[in-house]
């Protein structure tokens, strides 16, 4: 189908379609920045680069909207114009990312004209919100790249935000967090029993998962949580500044003045993207993955590799909902994940099945997530629900083939051994 | 979906299982959905046990919530065992009388079976033709503010204006249905991945609808939409003149249980007695022995959504010119995860889903009783739902507990997200 030459790659007539689209999209942006920010505005925004307490203070950041407005107008069209003609082959969603970060930062700026505004702040607050969505995106990329679909992650997080909330007031934060992720592998458990020793519907199961976590631990709060306070009031992660690299200017509060499950997200993301990718258990997951009968004749335990993946998936996910309560507010609601876990479902497909481009977009959606609470406050003309929105259609944008393509990595069908 | 699946007779040949014959997924399928054959074994036997099994899971879920009790156990396990027996039996008593105990239950039942019906259907249609419709939720946000629309900005009377109201909620949720089946069909986007997202896309934007003026009701500041105009609610099937029993309140069962029935018959006929139907089957048993039949897949996938959004539509138009009579955030609640339950339940079959959506309108009804009379959240109704799909859903389960024969191997509905 696409034969290599020396030179360079020859497109299918789909792969060209997708990239005048994505092309015509950049240029649209760029549109909207000129007519909007650039032209449709005035007056000046002030960025804060550092908190009041920082070691070394950067000055607070002063940028003409409309001057901004123009730059981003120029790089986005110059990023259509090189996506019409040339493309930027693996790199076209990690351009596409930049490029909405640009885009966003020119919206900011149009947002905040006249206003002064904490970048420290809203970085720093995006990087919490990413937390959650990565580790389900992780859960997810863990399941699926050996070949088992997780709908289940939303349970899975909210099952461990619940289990948080008990096992954190009872036993102390700890305790709490490790037991938030036994009860994620719990359930993963069900769901590799189901799916792989019983064949069940991998959609089904996820499904199940998610009705059953939310009814039950709906049906626990308010049969003991709202009597017993005491079991649902669990100590808070505090942020906890690494020494030296939290007085880096700017990046230095944003990454590193954060609490254990940000840290714990770093090495996450680390740890699963090597261990895919660079050591034998990972070549195996994928070769479970993406063809289960080839990996048997070969030796691998096809069974167990799944079962093994996916308890792992669910331990990450259970750890990840334990920071609703135990890394956030300590406090248990019904359904508080909210839809965090579908919007780590998407950011598994928008990053293409891989842990580091998982990460990216949470970051993205985490970003919009905080956005949505400080446009609220800047009173801009923008609703916030359509930034919420934002994380799901470029979901379907993605998955559709749109702009860039996200295929799946994996042979999901349930093996069966001869 | 099935392209990849769908195995020729030389593969069939070789795979080393008798039991996977020629048709491809269709068997596979039809044991997970119940399409395509009536085997009094999966379709009536094992639902039965997997609702009794999940009663059953559902009792030790409530023992444990009462945690008095539990601490009893130490000491006196005699007295424990009583007072759990007590409270799980008068669980279930609640919840049985809260369904059926009376005309009140009854008319609670009703109301709540309606919408739950028209989203089974629409679940169990796209079942039907081979697709996931996890988007009923989202279907029947949108269908259910067209109908809103339509509902508070004519004055027509009643004989028209519903009828339109109902037009209203299918249109809307038939434009929501189509776009996956349309992305589906054109570019091999999952329905499954779509479809979720378009509910979270739906929930939102009804949301934001809610805080707009032209919607929201007047002088008030949370997100309420206007009433729907008097001519547009479904009416009541009881009222004061006619009504065969005492009353202290008027039960508001309303006209969308027969418009849910009426529906379900229609799908029936649809399904089994018409061309379309037979495509849509056709295409959900093996696509590629439909496209060289000459069927055009793409636009039955197009076709199969628009009419499962639509059914589902008109669900969120009950809600909002039934029972609400008007929309809130979120109006229609997890009705349309619900529905997936019950298309399972009630094997895909239009009948099937009348009595899967009554059985379920009934816990919903006797869960709130359940919550006053006992002090049981109603919140267990849907952990009971969960457990009744988990049990359909992998028959092998019920079948090495009940050690039932049924010839039932769990089934894979899709392969995955890719095409």
Redesign the interface.
Known sequence: MTTTTEHREVRTPAEVRRAKILAVVYLVLALIALVVFALGTEGSATFGLSRANDTIALPDLTISASGLGFIVTAVLAFLGAQQWMRGFGSKTNLVLALGMVLFLFAFLAWAAAGASFSLVGIFQEAIKRAVPITFGAISGVLCERTGI?N?GIEGMLLAGAFTGAVAGSTLGAWPGMILAALVGGLLALLLAV?TVR????????G??????V???T???T???LVD?PQLNNAPIMRAWEIPLLSDIPFAGPVLFAQNVFVYAMYLLVAISAFALFRTKWGLRTRAVGEKPRAADTVGINVFRMKYLNVLIGGFVAGFGGAYFTIGSVGRFDENMTA?RG?IG??AM?FGRWHPVGALSAALVFGFADSLQVKLGILDTPI?S??L??AP??V??VV????VGRS??P?????Y?K? | MADD?DVTDDVAAEQ??AETPSGGPSELFSD?TGVGRFDWRSNALVPLLAIISALIVGAL?IA????DTLKLWGSDPGEAFSQTWTTVKDAYVALFEGAVGGWTPISETLTRAAPLILAGLAVAVGFQAGL?N?GANGQMLIGGMFALVIGFQFSLPGIIHIPLVIAGGLLGGAIWGAIPGY?RAK????E???T???N??AL??V??LL?VNYFQLEGRNDPVSKSVAESARYPRLLSADWIPFEFTRIPRVHIGIIIAVITAWVIWWILYRSTIGFEFRAVGANPDGARYAGMNVIWLYVGVMAVAGALAGLGGADQVAGTLGRATPGFVG?IG??A??LA?LGRSHPAGVVAAGLLFGGLAAGGQQMQVAAD??I?????????I??FI??P??IKAIYRVKAET??????????T
């Open positions: 679909i709908i189901l019983y064949r069940v519907d991998q959609i089904i199961a499904v199940v998962i998610n009705i059953f939310l009814g039950l709906s049906f626990y308010s049969q003991i017993n839809g579908f479902l998407a497909i609703p629900e359509f919420a929105m799901y259609l979901t379907i998955v559709a083939g749109l295929r799946p994996s042979d999901y069908a349930a069966v001869e | 699946r080393p299982s997970l879920i444990f919530g009462d945690l996931f996890i992305l570019t091999g986007a999952h499954v991945i779509t979720i997202m378009l979270f896309i939102r934007l949301d934001y805080t997890v995860f619900d997936i339950a399972l049981v959240g919140d267990i109704v849907q952990v009971i739902q969960a457990l799909i988990m859903a992998a092998a389960l191997e769990a089934a894979q509905l899709t392969s995955g997200w890719g």
